[in-house]
């Protein structure tokens, strides 16, 4: 176990926007990062040109804004990578493609040890090779049982291999691993675990075409020239582990070797499968923090967009995996940093649950105060071209908040408080309008207008002295009320509509009703 300083780092490739597994590896990153004193860096690894995406970098940086984990290296306060290195970002560039420099050497250097060949294969013959296993109804595999018979410098002179690297630029340099060889790893969440070296595959580490390494080298490389102490990633990348590690052994670095933890996949909500990126608009929740629209136009949902708080989607995701071994299930970023701990972790999928998600949603809205709803409620409000006061806009909040699950849902919640009905709802008005409910409605209009001061104590008081005098049936008046003030049979108690709506509006619409129904 390392002595040093903690130092971690989400490494995100900018191959489209962050799927929520993504946030959930930076957040368990962050978290450790923080429980233990430590260092979270980004860092972008762009080195697979064709899989670019253009503003996947800016929605990666800006989804870990909205999300609160902003990293402490890597992204200058203005929201760019640093390019520079300078005492807060030592290690810049932290973009691998402005790295480039730096990896041949690497490469280079495991080819004259003997732990890594130049290969000269065509893309034609890589795909003949393919088919013919598949025939065989095999998966090709570039091992040690096929690279003494294909084109690559351990078969070649010397003279041969130096003319190729010359004369043709589309030669690789391939890891040799080594033939049979037990790899011993270890996983934070997942222990120990062994894999025989013969299965695996002599990866590409290094292309010539474009001078750039692949992802498996230059994250070695970085993770090492970057002083990274742990590397806390996605189980999808479990099954570089082995080679990552031989990595380690070739280049003679097993000192400095980070101790791993690979996070559990994703499970789509019926637990079947991983969670993909398509499932969101498939299944009706979003999958990524932030909405997002593809070059070719296609709008996919966001977490924020949905009027998720940030605080809410960060607790609900801190959950997928991670356990805090209590009931606790409301946590602040604060009380997940002191609550995380890798021992946590589960190994097996976490099942994502769209319900819960925004079951958590409604506890964050509970929790703010009604000033801060009636806030957001007025802005709501604004747009929807209606004027109120902050202290009406509150008295409202603090009757329908219990029902809601975002602040989105508060116009359909209490629409009625601002605009009077004018389609008394069919099914309501059938049960709640008898013949004899004029009479009774035209009564309650004389006891309101009686009644001294205005409030829900009063009103209430007022309404049951009446119908007690007159021996009516308490759920046949209250149910008219209703009818005539709301037209649904929606919303909180009668005589706390009638005191937001005060007592000439409720009258007018008693009035209103009487008229129409
Ligand atoms: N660039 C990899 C990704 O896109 C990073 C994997 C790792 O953390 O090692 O997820």
């Known amino acids: 176990m390392q002595t040093e300083k903690v130092r971690v780092r989400f490494a995100p490739s900018p191959t489209g926007p962050l799927h929520m597994g993504g946030v959930r590896t930076a957040l368990f990153n962050y978290l450790f990062a923080k429980k233990h004193n430590g260092t979270f860096v980004l860092r972008i690894e762009d080195t697979d040109m064709r899989r670019f995406v253009p503003g996947a970098e800016q929605y990666i940086i800006e989804a870990l804004n909205w999300c609160g984990i902003t990293p402490d290296e890597g992204v200058l306060p203005s929201g760019s990578i640093a390019t520079e290195p300078c005492s807060r970002h030592p290690f810049a560039p932290y973009r691998q493609s402005e790295r480039k420099a730096i990896y041949g050497q690497y490469a280079k250097q495991l080819v004259s040890q003997g732990d890594a060949y130049y290969a000269f294969d065509t893309p034609a013959e890589l795909e003949s090779y393919r088919l013919e296993a598949e025939i065989r109804g095999e998966t090709f595999t570039y091992n040690h049982l096929v690279r003494n018979k294909t084109a690559n410098s351990l078969n070649m002179t010397a003279a041969e291999v130096a003319r190729r ?6 030669w690789v340099i391939r890891f ?21 070296s013969g ?6 580490l290094w292309k ?27 189980e999808e990348w479990l099954p570089s582990l082995p080679l990552h590690y031989m990595l380690y052994n070739a ?14 996949l994703l499970l789509k909500p019926d637990g079947k499968g991983k969670l993909s990126k398509r499932d969101g608009d498939r299944l009706g929740f979003p999958v990524f923090p932030l909405e997002w629209t593809s070059s070719s136009g296609e709008r996919s949902r966001g977490y924020r967009e949905d009027g998720y708080y940030p605080e809410a989607f960060v607790n609900l995701i801190a959950l997928l995996g991670w356990n805090p071994g209590t009931e606790q299930e409301i946590f602040s970023l604060e009380e997940l940093t002191e609550a995380f701990s890798m021992d946590r972790v589960i190994k097996s999928g976490a099942r994502f649950n ?7 949603n409604q506890q964050y809205l509970r929790n703010r105060s009604d000033a801060r709803l009636a806030q957001d409620f007025l802005v709501l409000l604004q747009k929807k071209g209606i004027a109120t006061t902050l202290q009406k806009a509150e008295k409202i909040v603090s009757l329908i908040k219990q029902r809601a699950s975002f602040v989105h849902e508060f116009w359909d919640l209490s629409h009625y408080f601002f605009i009077p009905p004018t ?18 409605i035209r009564q309650a209009k004389e006891i309101l207008e009686g009644c001294t001061s205005f409030n829900v104590t009063s009103i209430e008081k007022t309404l049951h002295l009446w119908i007690e005098k007159e021996q009516l049936k308490t759920g046949q008046v209250m149910n008219a009320l209703r009818l005539c003030i709301v037209g649904e049979p929606q919303g909180p108690g009668i005589a ?22």
């Open 199 to 204: 299965t695996l595959d002599d990866k590409v």
């Open 354 to 360: 769209p319900e819960k998600a925004r079951w958590f």
């Open 208 to 234: 010539a075409h474009d001078g750039l390494p692949t992802y498996h080298l230059a994250n070695i490389v970085d993770d090492c020239l970057m002083q990274i102490t742990h590397v806390i990633r996605g």
């Open 496 to 517: 706390e509509i009638m005191d937001v709506l005060g007592r000439e509006e409720t009258l007018a619409r008693l009035d209103r009703a009487l008229n129409n129904l």
């Open 251 to 264: 280049f003679g670095w097993q000192e400095k070797r980070p101790l791993f933890a690979h996070l559990p």
């Open 423 to 440: 389609n008394y709802d069919p099914v309501y008005s059938k049960k709640s309008w008898k013949p004899e409910t004029p009479g009774i």
């Open 176 to 196: 040799k691993v080594p033939e049979d060889q037990m790899i011993l790893m270890n996983d934070m969440i997942r222990g120990n675990i062994s894999v025989q």
């Open 165 to 170: 690297i010359k004369e043709t630029n589309d």
